[in-house]
């Protein structure tokens, strides 16, 4: 069964620091994995996915995330936060079989960015 | 932004009462998913479906069930309304159904049972 751990459940960065969120997965065959992002009350939206073209994925928004076979992780990073960037963010595996792709969530974290 | 709608988007119901939320999409997606979200789990997957009449249960389908009559139209229905049942659901959408294939979030459905 695949799983997902992130870590840190509320992360505060101030504007213009570094943003990192940490993923972790598990996965007995090969992963997608995705980081989505959720503003207050809404959807979510997608970010980023890796699909096994390249290792380092770039996404919307300034925000990019290294796909590490060796340490199972898939963490996502933006250089420069801005105030913008508050919302909850959550990464995902994706669990491929004949009747559709199912993600598996991880728990979400909570980006707050202080002025 | 892909056309998904759900509806309602808030419901106060009572222990014991039946539900039924609604996704409609306009994207003709073969796909359609729906997840509870609860703080600190993240989404987790209820029901899904990979055709019309074809659905399959996820890993919390416990008190729910599901239909699709319709491409467009995926119900879930919770037969009995229980405090554990509140929530905030979500329907998705996805094209192919591969590994790598987006899924596109509705706006959700806040459930509350009293």
């Known amino acids: 069964a695949q799983s997902v751990t992130q870590l840190g459940s509320h992360v505060s960065v101030s504007e213009g620091a570094l943003v990192l969120l940490r993923c972790n997965y598990s996965s007995s065959v090969p992963p997608y994995l995705f980081w989505y992002v959720q503003y207050p009350n809404q959807g979510l939206q997608l970010l980023l996915k890796y699909t096994s073209a390249a290792t380092l994925v770039k996404g919307i928004n300034g925000f990019e995330a290294e796909f590490k076979k060796s340490e199972t992780s898939f963490h996502l990073t933006k250089p420069s936060a801005h105030m913008s960037d508050a919302a909850e963010y959550f990464c995902?595996?994706?669990?491929?079989?004949?009747?559709?792709?199912?993600?598996?969530f991880g728990g979400g974290t909570r980006v707050l960015v202080k002025p | 932004d892909a056309g998904i709608t759900q509806s309602p988007r808030h419901k106060v119901t009572e222990t014991g009462t039946p539900v039924t939320l609604r996704c409609h999409q306009t994207?003709?997606?073969?796909?359609m998913y729906w997840y509870r979200q609860d703080p600190g789990h993240g989404l987790r997957l209820i029901h899904y479906s990979y055709g019309v009449k074809d659905t399959d249960k996820g890993e919390v389908s416990d008190g729910y069930s599901v239909s699709r009559s319709k491409t467009e139209d995926f119900l879930l229905t919770l037969e009995s309304a229980t405090s554990s049942q509140t929530s905030v659901y979500f329907c998705?959408?996805?094209?192919?159904?591969?590994?790598?294939?987006?899924?596109?979030f509705g706006p959700g459905t806040r459930l509350t049972v009293t």
């Open positions: 995902a595996v994706s669990v491929y079989k004949a009747a559709g792709n199912k993600l598996t």
């Open positions: 998705a959408i996805s094209a192919t159904g591969t590994g790598n294939d987006e899924q596109y």
């Open positions: 994207e003709n997606h073969r796909y």
